[in-house]
């Protein structure tokens, strides 16, 4: 089922080990503001299965996030279907994704933002990104109606 997201589903969600670190830093460093202009979660028997959304950056970009729990793989074609629908629903000409991560040793994550359409734009990542780790930059760009 897809709800508004609340903050409150962040610190609910059972998320996939190699997202625990940077949900525990958002929970610590921000708040509810940071989740914010257009965000859903989606939950299975009242649990959330994945939080995702996007904040707007200017009239043209918009920052997206994604959370997933650790069981939702089953769901995952669902999730991936609903998240597509809602970028394309927002009409933003550019989204952004930063994925945590070598490709090589946490491929899921990078799967991931591919399977959404994303395309990665630092293929040797930005070193020293955030809290000195390693991020690539994945996009989506709208195709021009």
Known sequence: MLQPFEFDHLRRIQVQPTQATDLQASLDETGPEMYGD????????GLPLGCFGYLRR???????WCYLAWNAGPYLRR?????KHKL????????????????ERLPQDH????????V?????GMRKFDRGR????????????
């Open 58 to 64: 200017d009239e043209d970009r918009a920052f997206c």
């Open 134 to 145: 390693t991020y690539y930059l994945y996009s989506y760009v709208l195709e021009a109606a």
């Open 88 to 103: 394309m629903e927002g009409g933003i000409p550019r989204y952004e994704l930063f994925v945590h991560g070598d490709p």
């Open 111 to 118: 799967r991931f933002a591919r399977l959404l359409g994303f």
């Open 38 to 45: 257009a965000a859903w979660t989606m939950t299975e028997q």
């Open 120 to 124: 990665c734009e630092t293929p040797q």
């Open 79 to 83: 999730i991936l279907r609903t998240m």
